[in-house]
């Protein structure tokens, strides 16, 4: 530098301290400071000079090292004024700590003392309000004494002016008086204390027999202001119980006359005509019960605003009247119902049609729709006991109900009330679960309405023996009928007993221990009914003893109905064994009776039947199976869907009712196999005889032009026929299906097995194999119209077995390698071989056979035959 230079203005604008004060950009600053000098420089058109921008500079760090300095001096002088006024602020703080600290205590202090005066005080209160209380005790007990030497000298004036004309406080204190003097005179014991015991008594009496004077009057006035006046007085005399009796006892419900003239409406109800049919709706309402209980429903509205107005305690009030109600009036209406119902049961037991099971049913109908209507109405009534302590009304019935039911103005429930009470044994409310005295008190007096029908096991005797009953008379025409069938069929020959087994099934002795007499075992009450009921056994027919889902379906809705009885009426812990139990019942008419009944009837027919007959077995007990398989459909699905979801509570009765159940369908199932097998037996039997009537010269005819006008032998058309009618009835008896399909399956296995035997009996010469070849066309035929692909190949591989009777000798070894008979080996085809007529002259020759596979005596024993049929047999399964 040339020396020190003045600043330019520039610099002295740019270096001072409020260009730092504020967002700095040292881009910025530099562009400031050297702007002029820049443009400056671009002016000149001379080389660039540095000198300019140098000085610039060099004055520009001056300026700011001065600024620095003085910014460095300000910050000392600032940083010692900082400690000094820190140091003063924390004394002044600690000062002011200290301070606190004093004022702090001495509110602990005064708090302290505060607390003692007050315990003080509080002290004072309790010792002041025991003196009062002393001192009130004195009084009374002054008044006490003076009142009784009153009594003891016969003087009852005081009491009786503080009785009359003390107004309403008078008679509070007047009661409250005489019940201490009536205490008093029953512990004292000194000389006339008996004579002053009976003056207060009298008094006592007297005073309380004015009350409910006073009390009847205002009743009948229509006063409840005056009546609850009465009422707290009576209350304070004697808890006011005979203040409530009389309200309760002189309630006009109870005196009303129309309730002989709804008894009278009772016995006379329409209901009564059906109530003992099974096929009919049970009834849900009964017209003079659901009367009453609509009168009570809105007899107690009005009462609880009236009781809730006048008694300080409503609760018990309403208790004792609706214990009242139900001991009176509802439950002389159930007896007058059962008793009814009793009476339309023997009535319908003596003339029905269903024996005394009509009269159980009669009476099991009337208790469920009793007890539902009752269930009912102690919902609608514990609505008063929801609200709080005291009765509130309920409003308008016309709503829903507390069980969430729409209700009729009358207070009738709209649809079933069977559902009211799901568990049985409780009501269903809310209030009975909250434990609340009116819903206790309510749930007990259904339960004690209705002891004496459901107590222990009697609910569910009766209604075993009312199902019992009607499914014993109802299936009485379906055992007579196989019982007379076969002992019709015992004395006829073989085709008058197929004869009469044309109905659909047959009987025999081995079904009589099936029949309905066996629903009612140990019950001889019902014998005399059904011996009664069998004299029309002569009008029975022969539809009489077939399988009918008509009558299933009717069976199991009896049982559906008691079931749902069953629901209602059993408690929450009974009901799935009873539910168990009436499964039992059922299954006993059901499976037992009704289904084994008709299949060990055919079985047993099927079995009676002769298979070397001339014409063909019957088929039509192969009806029952198709029968018995929908029966049991049906039963399943009314199991599954009713009865298992019932169980769910209970995991074991669950699993006994699905083993039970499991074990009556393998049993019905092994029933049916056995018929299909007996069946099946028989025409396979019938078969074979037919083939059996083959002449032996029937595939050796002398005259050939005979031979070939010939169109198929005698047998083959008896088979033939034998067999269409085999698919019609399977067809048509079975129905379409696995079964029809597995048994014209196991028919046309056996058939097949027959003619490979049929085959190596007879010579068959070239003639001869052409009628034997229009048979085995005749037969596949009639297998293939069977519909089973299975039998297809089989009855084509006879047919080219067949085929080898006919076919040249110079072709016959290329003709077994073809087709189905190359999967045969040749040695197995060898005894079909020697049937031919030319075999020793032209086919021995062309033979190169194994002959050690077919015994040392050239292939002509039995054994070798049959091992031969065998093996055809297996190679016929390997090829399917």
């Known amino acids: 530098m040339d020396g020190y230079r003045p600043a330019s203005p520039r610099v002295e604008e740019l270096c001072r301290i409020e260009t730092f004060q504020q967002g700095f950009n040292s881009k910025d600053f530099l562009a400031g400071l050297s702007e002029k000098l820049i443009a400056r420089s671009k002016a000149d058109p001379g080389p660039f000079n540095p000198r300019p921008f140098i000085r610039t500079f060099e004055s520009s760090v001056d300026s700011l090292l001065s600024l620095r300095s003085q910014l460095t001096t300000q910050i000392t002088s600032l940083s010692s004024s900082v400690r000094v006024s820190e140091s003063a602020y924390t004394s002044k703080l600690h000062d002011l700590s200290s301070h606190f600290a004093s004022a702090s205590a001495s509110f602990g202090s005064l708090e302290n003392r505060f607390s003692e005066v007050g315990r003080t005080a509080m002290h004072i209160g309790d010792q002041l309000q ?114 409530v009796q009389i309200y309760v006892n002189q ?86 119902l059962m008793e009814k119902a009793t009476e339309v ?111 222990g096991l009697k609910y569910l005797e009766r209604e075993s023996r009312s199902l019992t009953e009607l499914y014993a008379t109802f299936l009485l025409h379906f055992s007579n009928y196989h019982r007379g069938a076969f002992g019709f069929g015992k004395l006829s020959n073989l085709v008058d007993r197929a004869r009469v087994a044309a109905g659909g099934t047959a009987s025999s002795s081995s079904v009589a221990p099936s029949d309905a007499s066996t629903l009612v075992e140990g019950r001889t009450s019902n014998d005399d009914s059904l011996t009664a009921m069998s004299g029309g056994a002569s009008s029975i027919e022969q539809h009489d003893g077939a399988l009918s889902l008509d009558v299933a379906e009717r069976m199991l809705r009896w049982h559906a109905e008691a079931i749902g009885r069953c629901v209602d009426l059993s408690s929450s812990s009974d009901m799935v064994k009873n539910a168990f139990a009436l499964l039992k019942v059922l299954a006993e008419a059901y499976v037992k009776s009704y289904t084994e009944c008709a299949i060990d009837s055919a079985l047993t027919h099927a079995s009676a039947q002769d298979p070397r007959a001339s ?156 009628i034997l070849t229009k048979d085995l066309a005749m037969y596949q035929d009639s297998i293939n119209a069977f519909g089973v692909s299975a039998l297809a190949d089989r009855f084509e591989m006879l047919r080219q077995l067949g085929n080898l009777f006919i076919v040249q000798p110079g072709v016959l070894k290329s003709y077994m390698r073809e087709s189905h008979l190359s999967k045969v080996e040749e040695r197995y085809l060898r005894p079909y071989l020697l049937k031919r007529a030319d075999y020793a002259t032209h086919v021995r020759d062309l033979s190169d056979f194994d002959d050690r596979s077919t015994g040392p005596a050239g292939n002509t024993g039995q054994s070798g035959e049959s091992s031969s049929f065998n093996k055809i047999n297996v190679g016929i399964g390997e090829m399917e």
């Open 251 to 336: 309630h006009d419900f109870f005196i009303s006359k129309d309730r002989v003239m709804q008894r009278r409406d009772l016995e006379q109800s329409a209901m009564w005509s059906t109530i003992a049919d099974p096929d009919a709706l049970p009834p849900k309402s009964e017209p003079s019960l659901q009367a009453l209980f609509g009168e009570i429903r809105s007899t107690v509205e009005v009462e609880a605003q009236i009781i809730s107005a006048v008694f300080p305690s409503p609760l018990g009030v309403m208790t004792s009247f609706l214990q009242r109600v139900f001991a009176q009036s509802v439950q002389g209406y159930v007896e007058v």
């Open 615 to 770: 014409v063909l077995p019957d088929l039509r007990d192969l009806m029952v199976v198709r029968q018995a398989e929908l029966v049991m459909q049906l039963w399943q699905h009314y199991v599954n869907t009713a009865l298992l979801p019932l169980a769910t509570s209970s995991v074991t009765i669950r699993r006994e009712m699905s083993i039970y159940n499991n074990h009556l369908l393998l049993r019905v199932e092994r029933k049916c196999d056995s018929i299909v097998q007996k069946v099946t037996d028989n025409i396979v039997g019938y078969l074979s005889g037919r083939l059996s009537t083959q002449k032996k010269n029937d595939f050796t005819p002398k005259n050939d032009e005979l031979a070939f006008s010939r169109i198929n032998t005698d047998p083959c058309l008896a088979i033939v026929d034998a067999l269409e009618k085999v698919d019609y009835g399977a067809k048509n008896y079975l129905g379409p299906g696995k079964n029809c399909e597995a048994f014209l399956t196991e028919i046309g296995v056996a058939f097949h097995g027959l003619l490979l035997d049929h085959l190596r009996k007879y010579v068959i010469s070239g003639s001869g194999g052409i």
């Open 345 to 455: 049961g023997s009535a319908a037991a003596a003339g029905g049609t269903n024996g005394s099971g009509e009269g159980h049913l009669a009476f099991l109908r009337t208790l469920q729709m009793a007890r539902s209507m009752s269930l009912n109405l102690v919902n609608d009534l514990k609505v008063y006991d929801f609200r709080g302590a005291g009765i509130i009304t309920s409003g308008k019935n016309d709503s829903l109900g507390p069980d969430g039911r729409h209700m009729n103005g009358d207070g009738s429930v709209l649809g079933s009330g069977a559902n009211a009470g799901v568990n049985g044994s409780g009501s269903g409310g809310g209030a009975s679960a909250g434990g609340s005295s009116l819903g206790i008190v309510l749930d007990q007096a259904v339960e004690e309405l209705f002891v004496p029908y459901m107590d």
């Open 130 to 243: 025991t003196i009062d209380r002393m001192r009130t005790r004195a009084a009374e007990a002054h008044d006490l004494i003076e009142y009784y030497y009153q009594f003891a000298r016969g003087d009852t004036s005081r009491l009786e002016r503080l009785r009359k004309e003390g107004g309403r406080e008078g008679r509070l204190r007047t009661a409250v008086i005489a019940r201490r003097l009536g205490a008093i005179a029953r512990e004292v014991d000194i000389p006339g204390a008996a004579q002053t015991r009976d003056t207060i008594d009298k008094f006592a009496e007297r005073f309380e027999r004015d009350m409910l004077k006073l009390f009847d009057r205002f009743y009948r006035k229509s006063d409840p202001k005056m009546m609850s006046h009465i009422a707290k007085v009576l209350q304070s005399f004697n808890g006011g119980v005979s203040c």
